[in-house]
């Protein structure tokens, strides 16, 4: 602000340009992260991009080796994948936090009215 109480508009549309520019280069460094999960001590691998998306899966045939049941074998090789997919994308997130905390910090959580609702009733939050 001017000393007469005025915005700076050329020191405003700066800082949103070097905001812009901090957010794109935030958003390609995360579409080019990959982040793997596992789980079952190395059984079962997962690997997902920076937005979560599952890029892949691997599973190491000693996890079939098992014996016993196949039925068993089964439920557990399943219940490994949707861990080792869990491990990943929660590596995601604080992929996430860590790459968008620096641009997005000291902005407001409700920056423009766009605040998102939490609780009963959203969709979103604890007691969601």
């Known amino acids: ?29 995360l579409a080019e992260a990959r982040v793997n999960g596992s789980a079952g001590g190395g059984l079962v691998s ?4 920076g937005a979560g998306t ?11 080796a098992a014996g016993g049941d196949l039925e068993e074998t089964a439920t557990l090789l399943s ?3 949707l861990a080792a997919v869990r491990d990943a994308v929660a590596g995601t997130g604080q992929l996430q936090a860590r ?6 910090d000291g902005l407001p959580a409700d920056l423009f009215g766009l ?6 009733g959203s969709g979103i939050g604890p007691g969601a």
Do not use: C, N
């Open 1 to 29: 602000m001017f000393g007469d109480g005025q915005f700076d508009v050329q020191a405003l549309l700066a800082q949103a340009q070097q905001m812009q520019d901090r957010l794109a280069m935030a958003q390609r460094e």
């Open 79 to 81: 219940d490994l994948v």
């Open 99 to 104: 790459t968008m905390g620096p641009v997005t």
């Open 46 to 49: 997962a690997t997902v991009d």
């Open 115 to 120: 605040a998102v609702p939490e609780g009963p």
């Open 54 to 64: 599952l890029l892949g899966v691997s599973i190491d045939p000693r996890a079939l």
